[in-house]
């Protein structure tokens, strides 16, 4: 470490293969907390290069704990964290939308680091039972259209890095490394990221792969679509801005759309949304965002067709079904 630390203090940055070795020792427990956390302060005071988080994430990605779950045409809702925006669990409803509307859901999701309330924080609240047990989430695919793959399970590598992320309580770019670890590696996979730097380091290496992908941002300061004003949609032939009125939806305050200061403010309103009792904010923002992961899970429907995919899940009650069966299968 030493020696990378001299190199990094020196204004240099890592090629792919040295960033993907120094990961794999943190992961490993090979350096101290003192090491890691001036490693990663580097990256507080520069932008990480192409180079450097491909090599991160290469590493994560051979530690991690895989799963088969390619019977199945999976897509992934996650965002990076880290906009300290302090947001209902958006995109973890969505993703029960998303999976009211036929698709198939492998959503990967941890604990809160930067907000009051983490998808893993939602689903246990309601009782969910974390597991890496292949066949139970298989079964859980086959009958709900969605499995929760909670990160600590299948990244464990990822343990001697949470202390000092949890004392540091900033965003760092292991938040931009979340959504790449998914470890069943889904076909379709859509992101919602903190700032545009970052979005535009996600296309350069999602163009890399086969994927269908869909990179969100909303310009002022969002890692989701927040219909608080205009949004930025990557996708791998073209980016665009949109606003809400494009998803013939409404501009929002920020305070509509507010997750409380607990895991309990923020699941009641999680399942309000389901139940179709939430505030009109609510239910659209998190239509918003379904209907973007429809579009990247089935691109050849328009905007405007998923956005009536994701109402109509979520008023017929599909997406509640969904989120119940879940629960029930949740071992």
């Known amino acids: 470490m030493k020696e990378t630390l001299k190199k990094l203090f020196e204004h240099k940055s890592l090629s792919n293969l040295e960033a993907k070795t120094v990961l794999t020792h943190i992961a490993k427990g090979d350096y101290s907390d003192a090491e890691i956390a001036a490693f990663i302060s580097v990256y507080l005071m520069r932008s990480i290069t192409i180079d450097e988080l491909s090599g991160f994430r290469d590493a994560l990605q051979e530690l991690c704990i895989r ?39 492998a959503k990967h999701g941890n604990y809160s680091v930067s907000s009051s309330c983490g998808s893993s924080n939602v689903l246990e609240y309601y009782g969910y039972k974390f ?27 990822m343990k001697n890095v949470a202390p000092v992320r949890k004392a540091l309580r ?43 992908y869909i990179i969100v941002h909303a310009l002022d300061g969002y890692d989701e679509v927040s219909l608080t004003g205009a949004f930025k949609v990557f996708m791998r032939d ?10 013939n939806l409404n501009l929002l305050k920020a305070s509509e759309i507010y997750g409380g200061s607990s895991v309990e403010e923020s699941a009641k309103i999680f399942i309000q949304v389901l139940e179709g009792t939430s505030t009109k904010a609510q239910k659209e923002v998190v239509i918003a965002n379904s209907a973007l992961a429809i579009k990247c899970y089935t691109p050849e429907l328009s905007f405007s067709e998923c956005v009536n995919k994701a109402e109509e899940s979520l008023k017929s009650g599909k997406a509640l079904k969904c989120f119940k069966t879940l629960i029930e299968n949740g071992y």
């Open 67 to 105: 799963i088969d779950l390619s019977n199945f045409n999976t897509i992934d809702l996650c965002g990076t964290g880290g906009d300290e925006k302090n947001t209902f669990n958006i995109s973890t409803l969505s993703s029960f939308v998303v999976a009211g509307s036929g698709a198939f859901v």
């Open 131 to 157: 597991t890496n047990n292949q066949d139970i989430l298989k079964t859980q695919l086959e009958k709900a259209n969605i499995c929760f793959l909670h990160a600590p399970l299948f990244n464990p590598a």
């Open 170 to 212: 900033i965003k760092t770019f292991f938040n931009m490394l979340g959504p790449m670890i998914n470890p069943s590696f889904p076909k379709n996979q859509m992101v919602g990221v903190y700032n545009l730097e970052v979005a535009r380091l996600y296309n350069y290496i999602y163009q890399r792969g086969n994927n269908n």
């Open 238 to 247: 073209t980016e665009r801005v949109l606003l809400p009125s494009d998803l």
